[in-house]
């Protein structure tokens, strides 16, 4: 059944516009830069572009004009190939993005069935609320199953991944294989420092090492959710700063990979549709507990994801890793910032027996 999302009032763009206008900036030290979080100038910037000359209703066009449908419950793109017998791939966004991720992907997959969730709590998703990874993992395969896929690869990074783990331990008869741009944390905090090898030690203290520094969000996002959710659910701009810092920080070349068009899409996704409170919810809910992943998996690690790639030993510990790519380009938005190196990524899972 068609379900593509519906136009967005004309009350909440007018709404959005009249609360970007009356922007009060912060009083800051004059420190320029990103070294203390969201550029001020940029950020400045940003928020008289979106209130002045930023169109949604262009943007919203080409995303309701995806093949949306509705299975198990959930709003999901999907993209049938030409050959009905074709495989049947899953692709599954993180934070703080939504299935936007893969546009540049679609393009480059149109020999495989792609079906693309809007993950439960996210842009586009239908019903809003917000569920653990696991409930999603639950949730997709039911989705699968309404689709009458019975076999298929499942790929994705950050939130993503983790419910594609779950995917894979839940509904272990019918995903063929795994593609993923990184492990969970949890994986890794689970295993005793005294079995770990020097370069698992090094990469374990790196990983502590980027929590300290860079992991307040997410000390945030799953402590405290509830205060911060409405502070950004009622300012666009504090909204923008949030996930601007983010996308600059987790892409390798911010500026050639972004333009302001494609920055301003991202975030007015999570405020038309009201869900940044809701895309916590993976943070604070419970995650499965770790367990060895039997299923055939292949990794594509970019360089500039939120942390470097682990040892291959340490993912062996828990994955049965077929396939291992660390390309030279690339962060925590592979799909959308280098989508052929992903593609080819998700080809080589492909070809473990979809």
């Known amino acids: 059944m ?3 999302p519906q136009p967005v009032d004309d009350e909440v763009l007018k709404d959005l516009r009249q609360r970007l206008r009356a922007f009060r900036a912060p009083a800051l030290p004059d420190v320029q830069g990103w070294g203390r979080g969201t550029c001020a100038g940029r950020l400045g910037e940003l928020v008289v572009e979106w209130a002045e000359r930023f169109d949604w209703r262009s943007h919203e066009a080409r995303i309701r004009a ?20 074709a495989p049947v791939v899953v692709l599954l966004h993180g934070w703080p993005d939504s299935v936007l991720r893969f546009e540049r992907v679609l393009p480059l997959l149109t020999d495989a069935h792609l079906v693309v969730p809007a993950l439960p709590g996210y842009p586009f998703s239908s019903p809003a609320q917000g569920m653990a990874t696991a409930e999603m993992g639950d949730a997709v395969a039911r989705a699968m199953a309404d689709l009458g896929y019975d076999r298929y690869v499942v790929s994705g990074g950050d939130i993503g991944s983790n419910v594609a783990e779950a995917l894979a331990v839940r509904d272990r008869d019918r995903v063929a294989g795994l593609h993923l741009t990184d492990i969970s944390s949890a994986r890794v905090q689970a ?3 005294r079995d770990l090898t020097g370069d698992e030690h090094a990469f374990v203290e790196q990983m502590s090492r980027w929590y300290a520094s860079e992991g307040g969000y997410m000390h945030q996002q799953s402590t405290k959710p509830h205060t911060l959710a409405p502070a950004l659910a009622d300012s666009p701009s504090g909204l923008l700063a949030w996930m601007l810092e983010k996308l600059q920080a987790w892409t390798d070349d911010f500026e050639t990979s972004f333009t302001d068009e494609e920055v301003l899409t991202w975030v007015t996704a999570y405020w ?29 690690f970019f360089p ?31 799909a959308w910032e280098d989508p052929t190196v992903y593609a080819a990524g998700v080809r080589a899972a492909l070809g473990l027996g979809a």
């Open 191 to 193: 295993i005793e420092p």
């Open 66 to 85: 995806l093949p949306w449908v509705r299975a198990g419950g959930m709003r999901v793109i999907h993209q049938r190939a030409a050959d009905a017998e």
């Open 304 to 334: 500039k994801d939120l942390v470097p790639a682990p040892p291959r030993s340490l993912v062996e510990r828990t994955f049965d890793v077929h396939g291992w790519d660390e390309p030279s380009r690339g962060g925590h938005f592979g």
């Open 272 to 300: 038309v549709t009201n869900t940044i409170g809701s895309s916590f919810s993976p943070y604070v809910q419970p995650r499965l507990a770790p367990t060895r992943v039997d299923v055939p998996a292949v990794f594509t």
């Open 2 to 4: 068609t379900d593509a």
